[in-house]
Every structure is written in structure tokens, then in C-alpha cells.
């Protein structure tokens, strides 16, 4: 909007990620105090902060700035932040005679500026622009609109207000996680297909697979139809079994989809929160897999469904499945069930038994989180969380968390923190950026350290894989995670679990390199890559491990990615592991991956040390990890290795880019020189160790090269 509106598009400058203009950087505590500062080269009678902050409500205030004497046209003012956590917007506002105004206004638009006319002043205002490089904001006719209901824009500048205190397990920042779907990862030494189906006789529209590398279902039983009630057997003695080969991948942490009983193999539709799915290996199958995850010092988090649970569930038992009466007999029959008071239920127009369910599945009838009997059953001190976490859980994943109560998280928060001494984590599935979450007519305390310590990072994803695929360019990619960077408080934002795959979502190698999504699942049963989607995927994944491992958080990969498992949604995107039957191509896939995630407990710069793009143009981008002088991190930790590393990445088919360093850490010249990427024997990722001190990089076409400086 500058350039279109403005004579002189710089003669107002403030940018919100350069310390010159606000002090300090990103989100701040409680109670501490930032400094604003903004150019104005052109003569104007007054500059005027305007700001709202606030989280359920906002409150609007004004502050007129005031020149900054050792600076000549810079203004300034200092703002303490509010005592309680939320969001504060804000924005400048010149106001001046109406001729000061419009010298710095195109005259076709003259007539949209806002006129005082009884103060014979006209009004201009300087917002955020999100395509502004580091922060840089632009002009426009009116206020900024950040109200709950409003369409938001034009933009305000952000400051994320957390609380005083607010930390993260020390465990978690810079980790590196794996994702496991239980049923489909490995069935164990001990496997039988007798026992398994076995489990199936209290529910027959269970479907067993004999075979492990069956494809799987997408009808069901001819009498059910769907209902994702088809099982492989895999088992938590089977995941234990390979912890070697999770210790082979530098895996820290795993995260579990759920492993409490259900009916379905996501088990999203929980029957007993405090029991084991006997298909797993029940009680016995988790003492051991905890057992050998201690041993092999690999925590784990295990993922909580609280905003509704299974029909087929000892709380419900709509199917009579269970022996104690569950809350549908009571509403239905009037019997007595400790449960009758965790659901909504009614009658329709027919007199039939209806209650409130999750997006209308009948199967997952929502749980009333209000209610204090379901929150002594799931937070009290003695409840499902607690007894989870003693039991040897490192955190929760809180499944649809933006669909539970504030008031929940909070208390959900309190529960893990006091059951493990502050050192387990929350962790929520949240897709949209978490600071600004709107849910239920308000922003959502997500981000300010009253409930989540992170969240999935699903904006992370997202601007990867568009980078990578070349739908967007390396400074589109830069600006949205320099935002997110701004935006986050530096506790959460190196917990970030940044994925490219999930349980919820195609696999990332199929998004990157196979075809569209044909939009149902027999035509997607049928899709696989070809030869060559297999090589630029691979190159194009090689790519996405190199940035996943290098940039701040916690690179999260879900099973089978690391050999370029493929597949759509759900439940393409859920087959089982191919073990012992991996391509030479995915044998090769495995050792880059197992080569970059090592670089993680090499060197640890990568875990928290500072981060800083360099370079972000088109095909091309270029950022480093640093520690300061004296070897410290971002949060003060001293740290042993070398103190940069440049991650250098090409994502152009057709050309070659040739780096070139001055004194071995800045960029002193980028070029380019044909050369077609081929297929055939592009490792897809290099790193150079700093014994080799090369002032020149070559990165081919699809690559990436990470340089470990000194």
C-alpha cells in the first residue's frame, strides 16, 4: 500500500524486528517495558502511538510520542506491558495540518484520508505490513481493525505479552521428536495373530491383518461400513523392541498417538483412559515399553483426548459393552452411572435419545470439561493425567486442545507441572498461529504461559512445503517464520514441534512430489509415485530434514518419513513400516537423515543457539545459527563446539548456486551457473565441518549444504 499511496513510501520508518525501532525484541513478560521508536523525515504537528491490548476483551488508549533528542526525526515512547498475559496491538496515527498530510499522499487519494475538520487536522496511519522486510510497516487511510469479530486488516504491529515466570522443560527446546502411530509401527517378538484377534471377540467389526504389509482398509465390514476398525497388530513391547533403531534416528522424544483402550485403531475415541489397549500389550506391554524408554534415556508423550470420548467407552457404553451402567443408560433408562453428568443429552422430535457430539459423530460424544466430576476424573490430584505422568510419561498432547475451555488448559497445565515437579510438557494440537488463536468469540489463552508450553507447528509445515514445492519463493518463507519468530515467546518457540508430516495430514513426500489429491479414497488407494516423483521427492525431503534440523524447535518426524513412506490422508497416510523391505532409494533417504538429525547432539548451536537469516530470495535461501562470543545459547547456557552454522539451501531444478564466504562466516558473493537436476545420485544435503574451511560452496540443484564454521 506505500508504494501505491505514498510520494515518499520511506519518509515514516518503523520496523518491528530491528532493535533501532523497538526494544527488546518479540514477546515480552509482564510488567517489563518496550521501547518504540519511529522515523518521520516530513514535518507533522503530532505522532501518536495507538494501541489495544488485552485478551477477552481489548482496551484501546492512545499516547502521544514524543522527539527522540539524540536521533534527528526520530520520535519515541516507552510502554510498560500490562500485568496480565495477552495480545497488544498497535500502531501509529500522524496528525498534522491538512497540507503536512497530503505532501506525503499521492493527490488521487487525497479525498480517502480522515479529516478532523473541527481541529483542522487530517489523520494518516502507519500499520504493519506483513511483506515488509524486518517488520517494516506501510501507510493506510484508516485504524487498524484487531477486534475478535473484525476482519483484520489493515494490520497492527503485535507484542505477545506472557507471563512473568513462564518456562519451558529445558529437555524439550531443540529436541528431536518421532511420531508413532502404535498399531502400525511394529508387532513385536511376541506376536501372535491368535492373541489379536482374540481382542476382537467383544467387538465384531474389528478387521485383523494377517499379513503386515497388506494395504489398508477403506470399506469396513459389509454390515458396519467404515469405521477405521482395521488392525495390524503393532504393539508397545514392538516399538520397544526397536528403540536401537530409534537411537539410531538421535530420537529424544516420541509422541504417541493414543494408546488407552478403544474401539478404533486411532483410539481417538477413548473407552478407558486408564487402561492400555490390550491390543497393545495392555498394562504389562506400557510397564515394559516405559521401562525401556528410561533405559535407553528416550522420553515420550502420551496424546489425551478430553474433549470427548468414545460411544463405545465404561463412560457411555452406548452398546452395553461394558458393566457398570454408563451415562447413555442413565439419560435413556434412568439407570445410575457415575458418568451421567459428563454429557449433554436431549430428545429429538421423534422422542429418540440425541446428545451433543464431536462435529457430529455419534461415536465421539463431546465430554461437558465444566463439569467438576469430569475434571476430577481427568486433572485431579489423583486423576487420568497425574497417574499418566507418574507412571513415566514426559507430557501430554492434548488432542483438539483449541476445542477445550481455557479454564481446562490452565488447570490442565497445573496438574502436569505439579505431578512431575515443572519438567513435563503440554503440548496442544493447534493448527492456525497460536498467538492470535480466535475460537468461541474470543482470542484463546494458547500462547502467554497459563496453559500450553508449545503446540504443533502446523504454520511451520505449511511454509515449508509450499517453499519447497515452488509455490511460494524463499522470502515469502522468510517473512511467515520471521513473524511466527516476533510473534512467539522465545519459551515456546524453541519447543516448537516443527513437523512435515502427521497422523492428520499426507505424507509430506506426496505432497512435495506427488500428484493431486484425486479427493476419495479409492482412486487415492491406487496412487503411488512414479520413478521420477520418487527421486525429486527424495531430494526435495533430503531438503526438508536439512531445514527441519537446523532451524530453531523441535524437528518432529512421523514414522516412515525418513525413508519417504508416502501415502494421502487418513488412511493412506497410516500404513504400517516396511521393515526389512526398504528400497535401496529409501536406504539412502535413511542415512541422510540419520547423518543430519546427529547433527543436533553434535553441535549446540542448533538447539538453542540464536537464529538469523542472511539471505531469502526466490530459490535461494541462507540462515545461521550462532552463539555469542562467550559460547552462550539464546537463554544463556555456555555451550561446547563451534559457534556458527550456516544452512545453505537451492531449491531450483536448473541452476547451481556457488556461495561465497569472506573470513569463512559472511556472504561475500551468491552466483549462478546452469546446471539440470538429474535424479541420479544427488545426495540431496552435504555438510562441511569446519576442518575444511571451504570459501567457496557448490550447491546443486535440490539441495542443501549445512557449513559448521568455528
Known sequence: ???????????????????????PFGAQKTGGYVDLYIDVTVPVDQIVLCYAYGLYGLSYNELRMKK????????????????????????????????????????????????????????LYYVACWEGDDGKGKFAFSAPRVGVEEEKYPHAFQITVYEDGFV???????????????????????YSFASMEETGKSRPERIFHEDWNEDVDIDGKPETGYLACDFYGGTLKGIAEKADYLKSLNIDVLYLNPICEARSNHRYDTADYLNVDPILGGKDGYKAFSSVMKEKNIRYILDGVFSHTGADSRYFNKYGRFDAPGAYSAFAEGKDSDYASWYSFHRNENGD???????????????????????????????????????GASGVRLDVSDELPDSFLREM????????????????????????????????????????DTVMGYPFREALISFLKGDTSARTWSLTMEKYRENLPDQMFYCMMNLISSHDVPRAITMLAGAPDPGNREAQKELHLTKNMRSRGAALM????????????CPCTYYGDEIGMDGYRDPFNRRTYPWEKESSWQKDMLSVFRNLSALRSKYSVLRCGEMKILYADGDDLIFERTLD????????????????????????DKMKTMLHLKDLSEIAEIEHIPEIFTGDGETGCKVIGPEQNEETVEIHPLSAVICILP
Open 1 to 23: 500500500m506505500t508504494s501505491l499511496i505514498a510520494k515518499k513510501s520511506d519518509c515514516v520508518v518503523h520496523c518491528s524486528r530491528l532493535a533501532e525501532y523497538r526494544t
Open 68 to 123: 527522540y533528542e539524540t536521533v534527528p526525526d526520530r520520535w519515541h515512547c516507552r510502554l510498560r506491558m500490562p500485568s496480565e498475559p495477552g495480545l497488544l496491538f498497535y500502531w501509529f496515527c500522524l496528525r498534522s495540518k491538512p497540507e503536512d498530510i497530503e505532501q506525503i499522499v499521492d493527490p488521487e487519494y487525497h479525498e480517502l484520508l480522515y479529516r478532523k475538520y473541527d481541529e483542522n487536522r487530517t489523520y
Open 168 to 190: 519451558t522443560p529445558d529437555w524439550m527446546k531443540g529436541a528431536v521428536m518421532y511420531q508413532i502411530f502404535p498399531d502400525r509401527f511394529f508387532r513385536g517378538s511376541d
Open 353 to 391: 435419545v440425541a446428545y451433543d457430539s464431536w462435529w457430529g459423530f455419534p461415536e465421539l460424544p463431546n465430554t461437558k470439561e465444566d463439569d467438576l466430576s469430569y475434571r476430577e476424573y481427568i486433572l485431579g490430584p489423583n486423576g487420568v493425567v497425574a497417574s499418566w505422568i507418574r507412571g
Open 413 to 452: 497445565r497445573s496438574t502436569v507441572k505439579n505431578a512431575s515437579n515443572g519438567d513435563a510438557l503440554v503440548l496442544g494440537e493447534v493448527w492456525e498461529e497460536v498467538t492470535t488463536k480466535i475460537s468461541y468469540g474470543s482470542y484463546r489463552d494458547f500462547a502467554f504461559g497459563r496453559t500450553h
Open 542 to 553: 533430503k531438503m526438508a530434514f536439512a531445514l527441519q534440523m537446523t532451524y530453531p524447535g
Open 629 to 652: 562470543e562467550q559460547g552462550r545459547d539464546h537463554f544463556g547456557k555456555v555451550c561446547d563446539g563451534p559457534k556458527k552454522v550456516l544452512c545453505i539451501m537451492n531449491r531450483s
